[in-house]
């Protein structure tokens, strides 16, 4: 697929100029329910918090955040800049976020755009309510090494109340095998199962075709043979892309912006396709017990979604639940239909099913979240 996929530089040499940090603070407008704000909310001796925005990235996708800024996009980060030990330098600002996000061995970069690292000893104007990652559409973001080597957070979870309006770009494409389509894990039409999206700030920076190729490879779940894996800009096109072909998702019109122009996901070679993994024995699975009179059953792979769901209610996904999926209240949900049991530790029955949601995860969701769509396309309650 053209050159070798690139990744970030790494760290600059020489510490990144930064101005001086404005300790006069006036009156500014009381946050709205976006994040921004809005005309008429000024709210007198009110100041504005100074919050630092950023994204956790590894080299083939966004890493959800311990920290997260809203309820709908747990892949945006947001800490206090005040928190942050002074000297305001890149080491200190990776200190603690790493500390709160449980990685080691990471990256930092001053914006989404930007092509090398910052050094340790750079100066970050973090308390500018102009500097790096002030504003959510803005963001700093880190690169982490080994994103499988996560500890425990050194912090307790923040409470997330907001939703973000603006968590709603996705890259659109259909995926193909060499003999025509064939179903995407990122459907989100079951009329139209070939045709799959990712949330556009999932792909991790440099924003080419060589970081969106491992990020769909990884939305699909196959391997990552570069040399039978093809991307195309739409379907009309004749070429597939380079992997150094920019792909600009950060402005309002890139490949695959629409439905109805989505980009081409080729694979070429079938044994590229990761196989199913052998049956594990029902006492593998979290929840399990052996004094457990019905037994939890295993998570299975949806081969196909037939039904559309609607969630009525938010649901986070419990660190002892790891195969329930975490929704939000609106989203639109695919499954099978089949309602399936689980038991968890505590010897408790919960009925519900396995679903998907636009970004391809999978996992079980309760009964009581759910709404499901009727045949005029209105949504009813489960009872």
């Known amino acids: 697929m053209g050159a070798a996929p690139s990744t970030p530089a790494t760290p600059a040499t020489t510490p990144v100029a930064t101005s001086p940090v404005d300790e006069t603070r006036t009156p500014v407008e009381a946050p709205a ?3 921004k704000g809005g005309a008429g909310s000024e709210v007198p001796n009110t100041f504005r918090p100074r919050y ?3 994204r956790l990235y590894q080299a083939d996708g966004a890493i959800e955040s311990r920290s997260p800024a809203y309820l709908n996009d747990h892949f945006l980060g947001r800490i206090l800049s005040k928190a942050v030990t002074p000297p305001h330098t890149a080491a200190s600002l990776k200190n603690y976020i790493c500390k709160i996000e449980g990685f080691s061995g990471v990256n930092i970069y001053s914006s989404l755009t930007s092509p ?3 050094n340790d000893g750079a100066r970050i104007a973090i308390m500018s309510y102009s500097g790096p990652g002030s504003y959510e559409k803005e963001p700093m973001f880190l690169l982490v090494i080994s994103a499988e080597r996560r500890t425990s957070s050194g912090f307790p979870q923040p409470s997330v109340t907001l ?3 603006a968590n709603s770009q996705y890259i659109h494409y259909r995926f193909y095998n060499q003999d025509g389509e064939t179903p995407s894990k990122a459907c989100f039409d079951e009329e139209d199962t070939a045709l799959g999206r990712i949330l556009a700030l999932s792909i991790a920076p440099p924003f080419n075709a060589a970081s969106l190729t491992r990020r769909l490879v990884r ?9 039978s894996l093809q991307l195309f ?16 998702i950060l402005s309002d019109r890139y490949p ?13 070679d079938s044994s590229s396709l990761i196989p199913e993994s052998p049956e594990v024995p029902t006492v593998q ?3 399990y017990t052996a004094d457990d009179a019905e037994p939890m059953e295993p998570p299975k792979i949806l081969t196909r979604f037939l039904f559309r769901f609607k969630a009525i209610s938010s649901f986070e996904s419990p660190q002892d639940h790891p195969t329930w999926l975490r929704v939000v209240k609106g989203e639109n949900l695919t499954s099978d239909g089949v309602e399936i049991k689980m038991v968890d530790f505590r010897k408790g029955t919960f009925n519900g099913y396995m679903m998907r949601n636009s970004a391809g995860e999978e996992g079980f969701v309760l009964y009581c979240n759910l709404g499901r769509f009727d045949s005029h396309n209105r949504i009813s309650i489960l009872t």
């Open 33 to 35: 329910k976006d994040g």
């Open 52 to 54: 630092l925005y950023y």
């Open 116 to 118: 090398t690292a910052l």
């Open 163 to 165: 939703e973000n309006p």
């Open 219 to 227: 939305a699909e779940g196959i391997n990552n043979n570069s040399k």
């Open 233 to 248: 800009e739409n379907i009309s096109s004749d070429e597939p892309m380079n992997d150094s072909d920019d792909i600009s």
């Open 256 to 268: 695959g912006y629409t439905v109805d122009e989505p980009m081409a996901f080729i694979i070429r």
């Open 285 to 287: 699975y979290p929840g």
